[in-house]
T-cell receptor
Framework: GQNIDQPTEMTATEGAIVQINCTYQ??????LFWYQQHAGEAPTFLSY??LDGLEEKGRFSSFLSRSKGYSYLLLKELQMKDSASYLC??????????WGAGTKLIIKP | TAGITQAPTSQILAAGRSMTLRCTQD?????MYWYRQDLGLGLRLIHY???????GKGEVPDGYSVSRANTDDFPLTLASAVPSQTSVYFC????????????FGPGTRLTVL
């Protein structure tokens, strides 16, 4: 079966760095997406990785290792507004997104 | 630019009744999707449409139907609602089916009693 695993909840301090991991097992691979979802709102796109390596976008970076079925989202210089759920999703061989349950990130002052 | 709109924002529905959730996008995206999101679970795909005039079943299609008569609209119909269909429903669209980010509507919170 297809499976996406990510931690349920993480806590970090304002100004610090946090890494959110995602491991996956899917039927085929056409890229991995990270989305941010604030409570009561819709998911919004953060990053897309299809090749191995690190993609940097401002305070956010995303890493992919296809051979290990592994990705992480790195958030630097954490701000209170980064408190949200972070969703990992893999596009399978049918181009459908398989979603993890999300990691709730709590930022403390 | 409106992006994607959904209606209604929320609804309480009696079991056995039918309902259509509306979704409209103004980005001229080819692909559209319906997901449900339940606490503790990832988003689950109900139905999708890669282009106007075509639709496909996702992971959890039972009890739901869709149509895609034109590029902009993708309504989701519950023919006879059951309590297990209580959920938050998100409509999304992408420029293409493959390797494109999906843009989400604000969601419809549906409660079936």
């Amino acid at each position: 079966g297809q499976n996406i695993d990510q931690p349920t909840e993480m806590t970090a301090t304002e100004g610090a760095i946090v890494q959110i991991n995602c491991t996956y097992q899917t039927s085929g691979f056409n890229g991995l997406f990270w989305y941010q979802q604030h409570a009561g709102e819709a998911p919004t796109f953060l990053s897309y990785n299809v090749l191995d390596g690190l993609e940097e976008k401002g305070r956010f970076s995303s890493f992919l290792s296809r051979s290990k079925g592994y990705s992480y989202l790195l958030l630097k210089e954490l701000q209170m507004k980064d408190s949200a759920s972070y969703l990992c999703a893999v596009q399978d061989s049918n181009y459908q997104l398989i979603w993890g349950a999300g990691t709730k990130l709590i930022i403390k002052p | 630019t409106a992006g994607i709109t959904q209606a209604p924002t929320s609804q309480i529905l009696a079991a056995g009744r039918s309902m259509t959730l509306r979704c409209t996008q103004d980005m001229r995206h080819n692909a559209m999707y319906w997901y449900r999101q339940d606490l503790g679970l990832g988003l689950r795909l109900i139905h999708y449409s890669n282009t106007a005039g075509t639709t496909g079943k996702g992971e959890v299609p039972d009890g739901y139907s869709v149509s895609r008569a034109n590029t902009d609209d993708f309504p989701l119909t519950l023919a006879s609602a059951v309590p297990s269909q209580t959920s938050v429903y998100f409509c999304a669209s992408s420029e293409a089916a493959a390797r494109s980010e999906q843009f989400f509507g604000p969601g419809t919170r549906l409660t079936v009693l």
